[in-house]
Each structure stands twice: as structure tokens, then as C-alpha cells.
């Protein structure tokens, strides 16, 4: 059940707001429940600042404005794209260790938060509290929390400034930062306990995004999507964005989505085409398989339909590559092309560990200079 609420004071437009929803709402029929709020203060209360507005499961659609009625079935064609954490990205979380690997996700996290608006939560996790190059005073838990933190806002802080990112813990924010109109995004510092892959997780259910360096030092230290990276992609409850050291940010001019049988679900394509967008990036659906393989034709039309629904601005693409190792032949496709960021969605958990078990896939992501972002197709939308 949908829950439609339409604000306004009663005037013409409201009513015009209102005449337009129930012709939508018929060609296109939605099961919901619509409630017309006029009063002052439930107005005010609900975060709408200009009537009439219109909002679908508590999320502001429509502001001060009118939409067509083809708007408004376009709304809600893609209702459910507003639970949909890629499609929201308010929130942004980062893991750290102080290593150069991770300061390169750092800088990846930072201009992302930048570009999408969103809140940065920079995360240490210990599994030992004998961490740290300042040794404290005190055996006492809050003591080296309190150690580490410093050095940890101190690693963001050295890392941003010397990338010119005006992205500071919240602590230091000046006051002019807090200045209608200064977008800064608004960052802060989290020092959690445990074991990385089970502290990150956890936390990632409260995240839109989590972005993790795929080397690092101490417990992180791995081979590049080693048993910390795989444990994460696959346990997150949100997208992951995997950075290899090596990245350089330019953008995202062109993404590869890796196109399986299994990657056909409509909300998931048209999270990414709109992530995309947002890039103002350039979407490849690529699908590796073998010769002959039977079922593509369907499966490129299914794409094509949800492409169009999320109303890009770049052409359609869809490729097919023949060989017998799907990650060798994306990353063929990917040279070929300057693809700047590769998407895999996944239904079943144990897909993306699949992809890395043979040793030449490990190879040929090990020198990959392209981030990867996973999705996980089931847990990746907010509850309701």
C-alpha cells in the first residue's frame, strides 16, 4: 500500500494538483491510500515548504509545483526508487585504517559526498586496543578511543587538505561553513570495536553507500579484494564502491554494468541507470557469456524498457562479449571503452565470490585502476 499525501491551502492549485493525481492514478492504477492535508502547522510539520506538494511514503515528490499528469505516473512508475539507498544517497560511510589505500577511499567518499549533497561518516575499527603511534596514558577503553580519534581526525584532515577538499571533521567545521548556501558536506568521525567485517555490516544498514580501499594496513591488510573485502561486499546492507589503490578520480564518464540472467530486476536496473545519470555517465550493459547462449535478445529489451523508464540523457548501449572468463572479458570490454566504474548486482550472496574464485580473475582485478560498486539487489532499499 502506497501512502499519497497532497498539501496545499484549499486554492486552484491544489485542486488542479489533486485533478491531475486521479487521472494518473487511473491510467496508471497504484494501490494507495491519499490524504489531503491543508492545515498550517501538519504543513509545516511534514518538511514541505512550498504548496501544493505532493508525497508518496513520506518523501516529497512535488514542490510548488504542478505536475502533468504523465509526470506524475512517471512518479509513480518509479515509486520505489525512493527507498532505494543508491537512488537517495544522504549518507556516506567510509572505512579507514590510516594507510594510503585508505586514504584514497576517503578521497573518493569525500567527492561523492560533495557531489550527491550527502553527510560523510568516517569509520576506525579497532579489533585491539593496543593501536596507534601515540601510546596513552590510561589502560582505560575511552582513553584509546580517544587516541585514535585524534589520529584519525588528523588523517582526514592532512588527507583533505592536501587534495584541496574543504571536507573537515565536524568538530573543526568554522562557522562559516554552516552558511546557507556553503556546500560542505558534513562529516564525522566514528572509532567502533570489533571485527571489521561484522562492525562494518552493522553499520552498514544505516548507510547509503559505504565505500572501503581494497589494501590496508594491519587487520586489513590483504591481497586486493581479499577475505575483509569479499566478508563486506557480501555482507553489507547497502552498495558497496570497492577502491583499488591505484584509482585516481576523474569522474565516471563510463559504467560497465555486468549483465547476468540473474541482474534483470527492473528496480535494480533502474537504481543504476539513475546513479548514472546523477554522473552524468555514460551506461554500458555489458553481458559475458558464451557462444550461442540463448536469451539474450529478452534480456536486452528488459533493459531497454527500464532504461527508458528512468529517462536518461545518454544513448542506450548494450554489448555482448564472448570468452571464457567473464571478468578477463569485461575488463577487455572495459579498456576498449575507458570504463571508469564497474557495477555487479547480486541476488545471491555467494555470486560475487564466484566471480573472484579463479585465480585469473583475482589477477586481472588485482591491476584494474577502475572502482567496482556492488549492489545487492535484495537488501539494498530502505525499509518503509
Same mark, same amino acid.
Given at each position: 500500500?502506497t ?13 488542479d494538483?489533486? $485533478?491531475?493525481l $486521479?487521472?494518473?492514478?487511473?491510467e496508471?492504477?497504484v494501490q494507495s491510500n491519499?490524504e489531503?492535508?491543508s492545515e498550517?502547522n501538519?504543513i509545516?510539520? $511534514?518538511g ?5 506538494a ?6 516529497i515528490?512535488?514542490? =510548488?509545483v ?5 509526470e506524475i505516473?512517471?512518479?509513480? +512508475?518509479n ?7 543508491l537512488y +537517495?544517497?544522504?549518507?556516506?560511510m567510509? &572505512? ?7 586514504e584514497?577511499?576517503?578521497?573518493f ?13 568516517v569509520v576506525?575499527v ?7 603511534s601515540k601510546?596513552?596514558?590510561s589502560g582505560?577503553?575511552?582513553s584509546?578511543?580517544?587516541t585514535?580519534?585524534?589520529e584519525v581526525?588528523?588523517?582526514?584532515r ?5 587534495n584541496n ?9 568554522r ?10 558536506? #558534513?562529516l ?9 567485517e561484522e562492525?562494518?555490516s552493522d553499520?552498514? /544498514?544505516?548507510?547509503d553507500?559505504?565505500?572501503? =580501499?581494497?589494501? =590496508? #594496513?594491519?587487520?586489513?591488510?590483504? %591481497?586486493l579484494f581479499?577475505?575483509v573485502?569479499?566478508?563486506?561486499s557480501?555482507?553489507? /546492507?547497502?552498495?558497496?564502491?570497492l577502491?583499488?589503490?591505484?584509482a585516481?578520480y576523474?569522474?565516471? +564518464?563510463n ?10 530486476d527492473p528496480?535494480t536496473v ?7 545519470? #546523477?554522473?552524468e555517465? /555514460?551506461?554500458?550493459?555489458?553481458? &559475458?557469456?558464451?557462444a ?7 534480456e %536486452?529489451k528488459?533493459?531497454?524498457i527500464?532504461?527508458?523508464y528512468a ?11 564472448i570468452?571464457?572468463?567473464v571478468?578477463? $572479458? ?7 571503452? #575507458?570504463i571508469?566504474?564497474?557495477?555487479f548486482v547480486t ?5 560475487w565470490e564466484?566471480?573472484?574464485?579463479h ?17 545487492h539487489?535484495?537488501s539494498?532499499?530502505?525499509p518503509?
Open positions: 500500500m501512502t499519497i499525501q497532497i498539501f496545499g491551502t484549499g486554492d486552484a492549485r491544489m485542486h494538483l489533486r $485533478s491531475n $486521479s487521472l494518473a492514478l487511473a496508471y492504477p491519499i489531503e492535508i498550517y501538519q509545516l510539520a $511534514s514541505v515548504a512550498h504548496t501544493p505532493l508525497m508518496l511514503d513520506g518523501k515528490v512535488a514542490e =510548488g504542478v505536475p502533468s499528469v504523465e505516473k512517471d512518479i509513480l +512508475r515509486r520505489n526508487l525512493l527507498r532505494s539507498k +537517495r544517497l544522504r549518507r556516506i567510509v &572505512a579507514v585504517d590510516l594507510s594510503p589505500a585508505s584514497n577511499a576517503l578521497l567518499a569525500c567527492r561523492l559526498a560533495y557531489l550527491f549533497d550527502a553527510n560523510l561518516e576506525y579497532m579489533d585491539s586496543i593496543f593501536e596507534g601510546p596513552s596514558p582505560f577503553l575511552s584509546y578511543r580517544k585514535m580519534q585524534d581526525d588528523a588523517f582526514v592532512k588527507a583533505t587538505q592536501a577538499i574543504e571536507c573537515v571533521p565536524e568538530s573543526e567545521r562557522e562559516m561553513d554552516t552558511e546557507p548556501g556553503a556546500n560542505i558536506p #558534513r564525522r568521525t566514528n572509532i567502533a570495536f570489533g571485527f571489521p562492525v562494518l553499520l552498514s /544498514q544505516k548507510a553507500l559505504l565505500v572501503l =580501499g581494497t589494501t =590496508g #594496513r594491519g587487520n586489513l591488510t590483504r %591481497k581479499g577475505s573485502s569479499i566478508a563486506v557480501k555482507s553489507a /546492507q547497502c552498495p558497496v564502491l577502491v583499488p589503490p591505484q585516481v576523474t569522474g565516471f +564518464r559504467i560497465l554494468y555486468a549483465s547476468n540472467f540473474d541482474s534483470l528496480l533502474k537504481q543504476t541507470v539513475t546513479f548514472a545519470r #546523477r554522473l555517465g /555514460q551506461l554500458h550493459f555489458v553481458h &559475458a557469456g558464451q550461442g547462449e540463448t536469451g539474450v535478445d529478452l %536486452k528488459l533493459f531497454e527500464n532504461y527508458v529517462d536518461p540523457g545518454k544513448p542506450f548501449i548494450f554489448s555482448k562479449v570468452g571464457a572468463n571478468v578477463e $572479458s569485461l575488463h577487455e570490454y572495459a579498456f576498449e571503452h #575507458r571508469d566504474l564497474f557495477v541476488h545471491q550472496r555467494s555470486f564466484d566471480v573472484l574464485h585465480s585469473i580473475s583475482k589477477e586481472m582485478l588485482l591491476h584494474t585502476s577502475s572502482p567496482v560498486l556492488i549492489i539487489a535484495e539494498d532499499i530502505a518503509a
